[in-house]
């Protein structure tokens, strides 16, 4: 008999064996209530209809018991209904599709590169590396004043891109939705290297005419993981605030922020972030939950930032001539481990089925008891979620996560894809993933997502929503032009 | 001391200068190439250098974004200007399109359309339009360069800088007069989305059908040169000066009338009529040289198959005339005649020359005669800006040889003026006298003087 026959019925078996232990421990409760219900069945049956009036009979019943009992269980009933949080649900959300004229190919972007850096060579050729290795397409966006030789960027352009950005976005959402302005009773608008006075906010109010008594945000300065944030912030606000829509603006706006010096490890911000932006409509109205997309499970942020190393791997500083620019640091891959390992360790529990979380407890006590060098069980989070949106920060990013979480391809195809033909767009990329999902046609309703994002901090924010209803596939969205061509296979090295 | 002074003044007429990149809006596919043919090759150290001149109606809410917006969707179509030029192993050029784009200056100047054309000075051209070549860096170097230039009164000007590796004038001038078509779709609420035909189709090149010639010797109309490398473009042993004037309509006629002397029912060919007059008049400059009895015409081809969307080569017909006899003591209906006649089709000898040795010997072709090349059927008046033609549109070549060259244009949209604009480069030396040539014959006024 070959060898492989064995192993593969061995794994059959094992197969098997898993299957049955997840459907055992994940339907305990059913499996012991069927035959303690069936017993009582067969004992009620063998009684006989006496034997039941028989008993009901010496049960004494008296008025003021009565009551009391009726009152405890509508009091515990209230009090329950009253004290959950209330259900946040995602009507729907819009992402910003650049204009054709902002489009930036390698050969461009390269040819901009020489010119403008030609004094140092070496800069350029480590600029074209990166690009090669990237991950992102040929058709992401750059904002109009990053074009010209050499960029001119300055207050009033990014004010444009902004405006350009987030009214697009805002305008799509209120076609997609039939949302009017005046019902927006919460903005939270992020956008982390852009702040100018007034507010990117009080920009929106002034551009839809909003409400005077509009609760607003401005979230400045938290990294591409802030489109989470503002989430959290939303679902905290709509507890407080009954009958709301809450309406959250995620971007980055690039042009202010584009490194004109010469330093490697800043440069590398310049070859991947790119122009996008988002709009999403959250509410905790009970009359949307009918043609609302997602209902908001869990949001769990992890702050690394009590450790020294993980608050300076991505540091905004000014370099030896005095340009400013974002510096990555090599250790970004490691903490960026660490961070995911303890968002993980926190929304596992919540997430996870019975079956795998049992699994995890006994290898930790087994580790802790028994034999350290016992490998630690990573839990299969395929069990736990349909679509996975990593943040699409970059190639090694979602390589990393793949193989920390135990993903196929498929599972991390919406992440590379988005990278690709939008690059990075910091905290709206979530966003185009989801799209991609949705464009594809595999969202279908119950199914759970997990939103991961990473930011500068070091934070690592994670969302779970549930899909509340089959979505159709977008007839217009960011990807109702290309999805066709998608997905498509991303060399390692693309040759310029 | 008088130059630099005159150099400084040009920095200030034209100022305020804004690079950046237009491209193709769709991403092209990857690994698409264009191949150059024998006679792109040829071509390829001249450049076409097109202005065009609109009032302030003309131009009037036309945003650079509009222009952009438009050229982005141009080069859809259009996607060869938009490469990069590559060698192969063997070192033939052709093209790599990779989107890279087209350069697009923008510019200010302070002066009105209205004073700028009355300027005597045809060298200040140059400043709207760039005088960029290709290379040192042959796969950097953009072959297509566009500027726009706003003036003072409102009018802009558009200069189109367009490599002839890539085509001719006739090609240059569809390229514009389809994005004049698509600024003004765009404008409009129904707007189509999508210009372009089929992409990432390479355009297979054919060895022109004319028949081969009897005896396989050298073409007369080009000249190889030392090589020039990456850097495309070759250096005249003199300095050139170029100079342009208008023939109006009725100077024509006399013209025409003049050479056919008594017999007036056979009508002149407008094209070799100034052709005819231009040539004994340099050949009377240069006193009989031998180099003026042979001379290089470029006409368009009728026959040629170019399509209107996308496909760009050079299709011109290349023919030489070769005149056995004094040009100075020859009656110019002899002269017409020859040139109408006798002109030697030469693009397959040419063809066969660059293919010798795969393209990798460097060649010129304006110049390297005298040439004299008739862009009369050439549509340059059709760019239009809000539904108004161009005030006035200047073609040239930049990188002609020592032996100079003729242009003949339009002078206005067809129907409206029926004259010719003129334009000839020579030698700065030879530049007065045949000045003073001309108007003997008749033929620039004022404009001369």
Known sequence: ?496 | MVNTKVEEDRHVLVHGIRLSSVGPGRSTGSDVVHDLSGMDIAMKLHYVKGVYFFSSQAAQGLTLARIKESLFHLFCEYYYSSGRLRRTESGRPYIKCNDCGARFIEAQCDKTIHEWLQMKDSSVQKLLVSQQVIGPDLSFSPTTLIQVTHFKCGGISLGLSWAHVLGDALCASNFINKCGQIIASIGSINMQPNFHSSSGTSFKHQMSKIPAPPLSHEPLSVKQVDPVGDHWITANSCKMDTFSFHVTAAQLATLQSQISGQNQTEKMPIFESLCAIIWHSIAKVRRGSIHAEIVTICKNDPSAKLAINGIVTNAQIISTVKADFPITETDPKRLVNLLVNEAVDERRKIEELVEKDNGLSDFIVYGARLTFVDLEEVDLYGFELNGHKPEFVYYTVQGVGDEGAVFVLPAGPKGADEGRIVTITLPENQVPELKAELVKNGLGGHDLA
């Open chain 1, 1 to 496: 008999m070959p060898p492989s026959l064995p192993d593969f019925s061995n794994s059959v078996r094992l197969k098997y064996v898993k299957l049955g232990y997840q459907y055992l421990v994940n339907h305990i409760l059913t499996l012991t209530l069927l035959p303690i219900m069936a017993a009582i069945f067969v004992e009620v049956l063998s009684m006989g209809p006496e034997g039941m009036l028989n008993l009901w009979r010496s049960l004494q019943f008296d008025l003021v018991q009565i009551l009391c009992c009726s009152f405890l269980i509508i009091f515990i009933a209230t009090f329950y209904f009253m004290s959950k949080p209330r259900s946040i649900f995602l009507v729907d959300y819009a992402c910003f599709k650049p204009p054709i004229t902002c489009r930036v190919p390698f050969a461009t972007f390269m040819e901009h590169s020489r010119l403008i850096l030609k004094d140092k060579p070496k800069s350029v050729e480590f600029q074209m590396r990166i690009l090669e290795r990237s991950g992102l397409g040929e058709e992401t966006c750059l904002p109009p004043a990053i074009h010209y030789i050499p960029p001119t960027p300055n207050m009033e352009a990014a004010r444009g891109e902004a405006e350009l950005v987030i009214f697009s976005a805002m305008d799509s959402l209120f076609e997609k939705t039939g949302l009017k302005p005046k019902d927006i009773d919460i903005l939270i608008v992020n956008c982390s290297l852009f702040s100018p006075t007034p507010s990117l906010s009080a920009m929106v109010i002034n551009k839809y005419k909003l409400r005077s008594n509009i609760k607003s945000f401005n979230l400045s300065g938290m990294g591409c993981s802030a489109g989470l944030i503002s989430i959290d912030l939303a679902r905290d606000l709509l507890q407080v605030h009954p009958n709301s829509n809450a309406v959250i603006v995620s971007t980055e706006i690039i042009t202010p922020n584009y490194y004109q010096g010469n330093e490697r490890a800043m440069l590398l911000p310049n070859c991947l972030f790119r122009m996008g932006g988002a709009a999403i409509l959250l509410t905790n109205r009970r009359s949307e939950r009918r043609r609302a997309k997602y209902r908001l499970v869990h949001v769990v942020r992890t702050h690394k930032g009590a450790d020294d190393k993980a608050f300076r791997c991505v540091f905004e500083e000014e370099d030896k001539e005095g340009k400013v620019g974002i510096s990555l640091s090599k250790d970004l891959m490691a903490i960026a481990g660490e961070a995911l390992k303890s968002n993980i360790t926190t929304i596992g529990p919540l997430v996870l089925p019975a079956s795998e979380q049992l699994l995890f407890l006994l290898t930790l006590i087994g580790r802790k008891i028994f034999n350290p060098k016992w490998k630690p069980y990573i839990p299969d989070f395929r069990q736990a979620f349909e679509h996975f949106c990593i943040h699409a920060g970059g190639r090694a990013v979602i390589d990393e996560l793949q193989k920390n979480l135990q993903l196929s391809a498929e599972h991390v195809e919406a992440s590379r894809m988005t990278l690709h033909r939008f690059g990075n767009t910091s905290s709206s990329s979530l966003w185009y993933e989801l799209s991609y999902i949705e464009a594809k046609g595999r969202m279908k309703k119950g199914d759970r997502v997990w939103q991961i994002a990473f930011g500068s901090g070091f934070k690592c924010n994670s969302a779970v929503w549930k899909c509340n209803r089959t979505i159709k596939t977008p007839i217009n969205g960011p990807w109702a032009d290309c999805i066709d061509r998608y997905p498509v296979h991303i060399p390692e090295v693309v040759k310029l």
